[in-house]
């Protein structure tokens, strides 16, 4: 065997693989565009019916949750359901939010390009992805690391250089990067923990769900050095766990 013969084989076999590859793009091409398009429909309506109808009007947070691709958070087997109004499993015991309650806790908070966002409970990183269209920095802590580390692999490949996820206990803040401008708290809290109180910026707000099996949504602003607090609409989160941890040990 020659070696003009044997550079002649090999040339061919390159040339049937990349014809192959071409031949599978081509038959797959227009599925993977459909796919797309369908969840970009799937965000237009849920934000037409579940978010706009129920009075969320701030057109930057409206944007962003047309913008960010909620069915790259949640598991392959409910890509299905990720626009649904309703909250999804994530595994863990976990859930992402419902996208009405995503939308609401981040208008409450009035965004601002300018802002400094602490985030308790990553989960996902869908919430987090949200805050990254709206604001200058994004720090986020989630306590079950395969969550942190998982969350933090899909926003880095969608490209969001302005998010910084840590794996530790929400319950303590992350007083490192404090003052925040704003916190969303997204694992119900029996107490509005005081180390988050203590970083939230003059003129802050915090949103944050507080109670056991009854829970309020808490919308917390900081004015003068003094908390003022009120009561936005009864809701179901997931405990916070280190709380949760810390109850144990005490028994």
Same mark, same amino acid.
């Given at each position: 065997?020659?070696?003009?013969?044997?550079?002649?084989?090999?040339?061919?076999?390159?040339?049937?693989?990349?014809?192959?590859?071409?031949?599978?793009?081509?038959?797959?091409?227009?599925?993977?565009?459909?796919?797309?398009?369908?969840?970009?429909?799937?965000?237009?309506?849920?934000?037409?019916?579940?978010?706009?109808?129920?009075?969320?009007?701030?057109?930057?947070?409206?944007?962003?949750?047309?913008?960010?691709?909620?069915?790259?958070?949640?598991?392959?087997?409910?890509?299905?359901?990720?626009?649904?109004?309703?909250?999804?499993?994530?595994?863990?015991?976990?859930?992402?939010?419902?996208?009405?309650?995503?939308?609401?806790?981040?208008? *409450? =908070? $009035?965004?601002?390009?300018?802002?400094?966002?602490?985030? @308790?409970?990553? /989960?996902?990183?869908? &919430?987090?992805? #949200? +805050?990254?269209?709206?604001?200058?920095?994004?720090?986020?802590?989630?306590?079950?690391?395969?969550?942190?580390?998982?969350?933090?692999?899909?926003?880095?490949?969608?490209?969001?250089?302005?998010?910084?996820?840590?794996?530790?206990?929400?319950?303590?803040?992350?007083?490192?990067?404090?003052?925040?401008?704003?916190?969303?708290?997204?694992?119900?809290?029996?107490?509005?923990?005081?180390? *988050? =109180? $203590?970083?939230?910026?003059?003129?802050?707000?915090?949103? @944050?769900?507080? /109670?056991?099996?009854? &829970?309020?949504? #808490? +919308?917390?602003?900081?004015?003068?050095?003094?908390?003022?607090?009120?009561?936005?609409?009864?809701?179901?989160?997931?405990?916070?766990?280190?709380?949760?941890?810390?109850?144990?040990?005490?028994?």
């Amino acid at each position: 065997m020659t070696l003009i013969y044997l550079f002649d084989k090999i040339l061919l076999n390159m040339k049937i693989k990349n014809l192959a590859l071409l031949l599978v793009l081509f038959i797959f091409q227009p599925v993977l565009i459909k796919g797309e398009k369908n969840f970009f429909e799937m965000r237009r309506q849920m934000l037409e019916t579940q978010i706009k109808s129920r009075g969320i009007k701030n057109e930057r947070v409206l944007n962003a949750m047309l913008k960010v691709e909620r069915h790259r958070f949640v598991p392959e087997k409910y890509q299905r359901f990720s626009y649904e109004d309703s909250p999804l499993p994530i595994g863990y015991g976990q859930t992402i939010s419902q996208p009405y309650i995503v939308a609401l806790m981040t208008e *409450l =908070i $009035e965004p601002s390009q300018k802002d400094k966002v602490l985030e @308790i409970g990553t /989960g996902s990183g869908y &919430q987090a992805a #949200i +805050l990254a269209e709206l604001c200058k920095e994004v720090y986020t802590i989630e306590i079950i690391p395969e969550l942190g580390l998982k969350a933090d692999k899909t926003i880095k490949e969608l490209g969001y250089k302005n998010v910084k996820v840590k794996i530790g206990d929400g319950f303590f803040g992350w007083k490192e990067y404090s003052p925040f401008n704003a916190i969303i708290v997204t694992c119900a809290s029996k107490e509005i923990p005081e180390p *988050l =109180i $203590e970083q939230l910026a003059e003129g802050g707000r915090m949103v @944050i769900p507080v /109670g056991d099996y009854f &829970q309020e949504l #808490i +919308l917390v602003r900081k004015i003068k050095g003094k908390i003022k607090k009120q009561k936005i609409i009864p809701v179901r989160f997931v405990p916070m766990k280190g709380e949760i941890e810390k109850i144990k040990n005490e028994k």
